[in-house]
């Protein structure tokens, strides 16, 4: 069991998942800028053998324009953001069942800006990854410390408390169904990045989380890495399943030099 915070690595367990990269746009571009950004990475990703899952994640606005360019490819598209009610009288909120309709197959949940600034607290996570999966969106769940925490000690009790209070009574069938995003606060958009070794010991730590909710079919599900991923620094541990990339995200040619890397 890891208790520590030695980041020392305790083993490979040879799991075989496709490797997932996720661009989280935030809230950036406008309808002409996407669409162009879109068909030249599709052009871009052609003819790559697609290995990899790409996921773009563009603002609400932009979803049916992107969807309009990849909805024949291998591409998918996410939402930053669903709302955990299904239809009524939530003035701004959008439901897991308007993303299925505009063409989303992912949604982002519980990321950092969202928790740190909009005050999202575990319980809400918990209820939109619920209604994601009954909707048939494949939550990609953000976890991870704040710096303050981490010079603390206290990384792993964070990290324990925010996944085991979000997927709380989550039921889960198909382990392809809901990612994992570790992305340590303090690493999102700062060009701080943590050694590969602390990666993957977080992702160790998250693993054996994981296995004690959802038991066999955790070792199959997918966690990411995310906070300032580049194409200079892109995380290649086998062990870890892809990257969740914001700001390096906007650009197509790092973008498409990041899949590549990832194996597509
Ligand atoms: P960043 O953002 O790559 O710009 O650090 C990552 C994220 O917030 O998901």
Redesign the pocket.
């Known amino acids: 069991m890891v208790t520590g915070c030695s980041y020392e690595v305790i083993g490979d367990d040879n799991r075989m998942r496709k490797k997932l990269i996720?661009a989280?746009w935030?809230m950036n571009m406008l309808r002409s800028e996407a669409k162009d950004y879109t068909i030249s990475l599709v052009e871009r990703l052609e003819n790559l053998p697609l290995k990899v899952e790409v996921v773009l994640v563009p603002a609400y606005t932009l979803l049916d324009v992107v969807y309009g360019v990849i909805k024949d490819t291998n591409i998918q598209l996410g939402a930053q953001n669903v709302s955990w009610q299904v239809s009524g009288a939530f003035t701004g909120e959008i439901s897991p069942y308007m993303l299925t309709d505009v063409g989303c197959r992912w949604a982002?949940i519980g990321?950092?800006?969202r928790r740190r600034i909009l005050g999202e607290t575990d319980d809400m996570v918990r209820k939109k990854i619920k209604s994601s999966l009954d909707a048939g969106l494949i939550p990609i769940v953000?976890v991870g410390e704040t710096l303050e925490e981490r010079e603390k000690g206290k990384a792993i009790e964070i990290i324990r408390e925010q996944i085991e209070t979000s997927l709380r009574d989550i039921k889960l069938d198909d382990p392809a169904n809901l990612v994992i995003?570790y992305?340590p606060v303090w690493?999102?958009?700062?060009g701080e990045n943590p050694k590969p070794n602390e990666v993957e010991y977080f992702y160790e730590v998250i693993q054996k989380i994981i296995g004690t909710i959802f038991g066999e079919i955790a070792s199959q599900m997918r966690i990411l890495y995310?906070?300032?991923?580049?194409k200079e620094f892109y995380i290649t541990p086998p062990d870890i399943d892809g990257a969740?990339?914001?700001?390096?995200?906007l650009d197509a040619d790092s973008f498409t030099k990041m899949v590549q890397l990832a194996g597509g």
């Not at 690493?187 to 700062?190: C, D, L, N, S, V």
């Not at 995310?226 to 580049?230: D, E, I, L, P």
């Open positions: 996720v989280n935030k982002i990321h950092s800006e953000c995003a992305e690493a999102i958009g700062t995310g906070g300032s991923v580049t969740l990339v914001g700001g390096a995200s």
